[in-house]
């Protein structure tokens, strides 16, 4: 009879973890000390996952910079041992890499500063579809992604 329940409870535990992998919900909304993706480095504020509104009010604010034409970023959460990741294209009509550099610079900003969201790893860049160029953290000095103390070091700390 114990027997049978152990079976029986690693069979859901297996099916639990299952369920994890095909859907990527392991994490929860509740707040607690989570490691930043991209140094490891454990953030105390009570942090969430960017919810689909939260990432378009992102898009929109850095879409507000000068010389922005697009901006394409999205968010996933982390799972397992992948990091939370922000990724996508922010489009630019500037010519000039200073300006391109500038325009990732305040992008950064932007997602750094945001109150109460994860920060994640930031593999977002910036590019002028017609001249091909691009700015990305190597353009700003950071490592590819920008670690944790990079950002820090650059914006000051994240608020709570």
Do not use: H
Not at 18 to 44: K, N, Q
Not at 99 to 126: P, Q
Request: hydrophobic fraction near 35%.
């Amino acid at each position: 009879m114990v027997r049978r329940a152990r079976e029986r409870a690693a069979l859901a535990c297996a099916a639990a973890v299952l369920v994890s992998l095909t859907t990527g919900c392991l994490m929860t909304d509740e707040p607690e000390a989570r490691s930043t993706a991209s140094a490891g480095r454990t953030e105390t504020a009570a942090r969430r996952d960017p919810t689909p509104g939260d990432v378009d009010r992102l898009e929109q604010e850095i879409g507000r910079l000068p010389q922005v034409t697009g901006v394409d970023l999205g968010y996933r959460p982390k799972t397992f041992e992948n990091p939370p990741v922000y990724s996508g294209v922010v489009s630019s009509d500037a010519t000039d890499q200073k300006t391109l550099d500038e325009t990732m610079d305040a992008a950064y900003r932007i997602v750094w500063t945001a109150r109460d969201l994860s920060a994640g790893a930031f593999e977002f860049y910036v590019e002028n579809p017609a001249t091909g160029r691009t700015s990305g953290a190597a353009s700003l000095g950071m490592k590819l992604p920008p670690s944790y103390e990079d950002l820090e070091r650059r914006y000051g700390p994240r608020p709570a």
